[in-house]
Each structure stands twice: as C-alpha cells, then as structure tokens.
C-alpha cells in the first residue's frame, strides 16, 4: 500500500536513521572473550550491529525473493561509509545494497531477538556465511569486493531500470553533496529542500503507480535525499571526499 505524502518524509527518513552511514565495524564484534572460541556462541551481537551487504553471489537470494526488495536498502556511489578496516568515513566508489535494520538501531531484519536466532539462516547471504567473530579475516576480504548491484537484478530495458536512471539523473549524490558542503551548519539551501520535496514527490508517484510502499523504494532508488543530506552535514567539512 502506497503511502501518502504527507508521512512519505518520515517514513523514508525514519527506515535509513539506523545507519547515517553504511558499515559495520568489525572491531566492534571482534573485541569480545573469544581467544579460544571455534564456533558461533548465537549471542546475536553481529545481527545486532546491522545487516550484512550483498554481493554478486546473493544476487539468487534476490532473484527467488528470499530477499525481497522490501527488506534491502541502496546505498548510491558517493554516498558515506565507514570503512570496517580502518574505522574512518568514506565516500562510496560503488554502490552497496544492505539489509535494512528493523529499527534506529540498526539490528538486522531477519533476527529474531528473542532466540538470538536468524530467520533465514539457511539461506543467509555471504558475509553472514563467512563472518567468524574470532577471526574476521574472511570477511574484512569481503569489504567492497564484488558487490551486488541494481543493475544485476533487473533487465536494462525494464520500467525500474528507466526509472532508476531517471532518478540518478534527477537526484545526484555529488549535487547533495556540494550543496552540503557549501551550506552553513544546521541550515539547508533553498535549492537542497526543493531537491527534498521533488524526491518525496518522485517517490510517492512511483508508490501510487507501481502500487508499492516508500520502503520498497529504499531498494530502487536508494535512500531519501534528506536522509543523504543528513549524513554529509553530520560529519566535519574537513572529512567531506
């Protein structure tokens, strides 16, 4: 069910919070009591931290809809990430697509709390495959190699496909960025608010066609240029890419 567009804003914005930029710190599950640990203890920290991206080998959990498209969120190019490796912020090369967390703080959408368990364990994707909290050597491997991308997962003639280029071309992250850059702290240049307003519009027109939620759109077109902009402006302009 489409939302309107008066919640459209606080929709989108509230589903990407978790995670102002993309990444988990491995240093993060890594310095726990493990010196003599072999195998996964099911304490859930990971899953807590966040959800895993995806690469070129989930994209058949994608495809079979295990992971559909309402569960995944698109970090575009040039958008923020921390770098698990040396734990600094960094402007994407490529784009990510991850899991999205359940709530603001990020835990993965397929834990269940309650058991500390995974709800699609059989079928988890790669970095939760290969991720032993003892030994994160396997998965600092893995940190933007071979990443899924839109691309792989839609034919390049389709409607999504057109409307995804359509929106790259619309909304660039560069431009968000720039505007960030060149705007004072705590305040937001005319032209990034109606930049804002023509995203939710976009996105709520795309929801009203297409018959699907704003959070679907997260996986389409990436996250809203509110929640981008709010990512740049939370950094200092010293560590702006």
Not at 44 to 61: A, E, I, Y
Not at 89 to 102: N, P, S, Y
Not at 137 to 165: C, G, N, Q, V, Y
Request: aromatic content about 8%; hydrophobic content about 40%; glycine content about 4%.
């Amino acid at each position: 069910m489409a939302a309107t567009a008066e919640t459209a804003e606080s929709t989108c914005f509230m589903s990407s919070r978790s995670c102002l930029f993309a990444g988990i710190m491995f240093s993060d599950i890594s310095q726990q009591d493990n010196v003599n640990q072999t195998e996964c203890k099911r304490c859930g920290t990971c899953c807590l931290k966040g959800g895993p991206c995806l690469h070129k080998r989930d994209r058949d959990l994608v495809i079979s809809g295990t992971l559909g498209p309402q569960v995944l969120v698109t970090f575009r190019a040039g958008e923020l990430a921390v770098n698990p490796l040396s734990n600094e912020v960094i402007a994407l090369d490529v784009e990510m697509i991850k899991i999205r967390g359940q709530d603001i703080h990020g835990k993965c959408n397929f834990l269940e709390e309650a058991f500390n368990s995974c709800s699609i364990y059989e079928n988890r994707p790669l970095e939760c495959r290969v991720l032993k909290c003892w030994d994160t050597r396997a998965i600092e491997d893995l940190f933007l190699s071979d990443l899924l991308t839109r691309k792989d997962l839609m034919p390049h003639s389709s409607l999504l496909s057109e409307l995804i280029e359509k929106y790259e071309e619309s909304f660039p992250v560069n431009f968000i960025r720039n505007m960030c850059t060149l705007s004072e702290r705590g305040t937001v240049p005319e032209e990034l608010r109606a930049l804002e307003q023509e995203d939710m519009r976009f996105r709520s027109a795309v929801c009203e066609s297409l018959g699907v939620d704003l959070e679907t759109c997260l996986f389409f077109f990436g996250r809203p240029v509110s929640a981008i902009a709010a990512a740049f402006k939370a950094i200092p302009d010293s560590v702006h890419p």
